[in-house]
């Protein structure tokens, strides 16, 4: 990064160039893609005024800041710069999110078929065709562990032979938070 240190109405002392060096390159790590520091020191009376301009490759931020101090005035400028810093870079990494997060989904829904491998596409050429089948486990359980498994799955439903009778059953969500049961 280039930095640019100009005095108006003084002379910059080498003390307070290593000062702005220090502080303009900690810049950096909130936004890495600064290209140029221009900071123009000036005393007028008894303010103390610092102009800091900084360019990146699609932005241009400034901060001024005025103090009786010139030391103060620098880290004041500095502070207003890394806010505004923070918050360009926040503002890019939420619009690179919202505008993937179609391409997320998408992947993350094959990705939990791909995991399940229990849902297949079936194609027939007339009439109502099926979208999807699901393979019934073949180990027979309780009513409760049924319920259980429903619970961690997403599914509005569970198919299962029951352990009582060897019949096959269907557990259900009901919109009222419990859960039906379908005996064949």
């Known amino acids: 990064m280039n930095v640019v240190i100009t005095g108006r109405h003084f002379d910059v002392t080498e003390g307070m160039k290593a000062h702005v060096n220090d502080k303009i390159t900690k810049l950096d790590k909130f936004y ?47 502070a207003s ?42 194609r027939e050429t007339a009439g109502p065709r099926i979208v999807e089948t699901q393979r019934v486990a073949e180990k027979p359980m309780s009513v409760e562990e049924a319920v259980e498994e429903l619970k961690i799955s997403n599914g509005e439903f569970i198919v299962f032979r029951s352990a009582e009778d060897n019949r096959i059953e269907v557990i259900y969500k009901r919109k009222d938070g419990d859960f039906g049961l379908i005996k064949t």
């Open 81 to 122: 710069l890394e806010k505004q810093l923070r918050k360009l870079h926040d503002k890019i990494k939420e619009h690179r999110v919202k505008g993937s997060s179609g391409r997320i989904r998408e992947l993350a829904a094959r990705s939990l078929s791909a995991i399940r491998g229990v849902f297949r596409p079936v």
């Open 32 to 78: 890495h893609k600064i290209l140029e520091a221009h900071v123009v020191l000036s005393v007028e009376k008894f303010r103390h005024v610092v102009e800091i301009t900084v360019i990146g490759k699609h932005f241009k931020l400034t901060a001024t800041e005025t103090t009786s101090d010139m030391y103060a005035s620098i880290d004041a400028a500095i």
